[in-house]
Nanobody, 126 residues
């Protein structure tokens, strides 16, 4: 059974940093592109960032470029999201996602996601 378990969310102030982690089990981790989506209150789930299955390429939403950084540790089967200079508009439930053997850019298509985590809340106060 595939499980993606997020951790690291919380309540922070604008300008602060957070690091999210997503630990995977039940899948051949290094065969999957990994990414993060988020769902702000009352809005649709949206793409944030992805990293290819080898880790050689990344793709970011314009709204987070220069502030967020994705990385992966295939030995630990974990993907990370370092979020700096957080803004109130970053407030959302953040979901870890996995897609088999695709590029980071292809992960922007939510319909192509194979597995989802349960989500972790990030709240940024002004």
């Amino acid at each position: 059974q595939v499980q993606l378990v997020e951790s690291g969310g919380g309540l922070v102030q604008a300008g602060d940093s957070l690091r999210l982690s997503c630990s995977a089990s039940g899948l051949t981790f290094n065969s999957y592109a990994m990414g993060w989506f988020r769902q702000p209150p009352g809005k649709e789930r949206e793409f944030v960032v992805a990293i290819s299955w080898r880790g050689g390429s990344t793709y970011y939403a314009d709204s987070v470029k220069g502030r967020f950084t994705i990385s992966r540790d295939n030995a630990k089967k974990t993907v990370y999201l370092q979020m700096n200079s957080l803004k109130p508009e970053d407030t959302a439930v953040y979901y870890c996602a996995a897609a088999f053997h695709v590029t980071a850019q292809v992960m922007t298509n939510i319909a192509g996601i194979d597995y989802w985590g349960q989500g972790t809340q990030v709240t940024v106060s002004s």
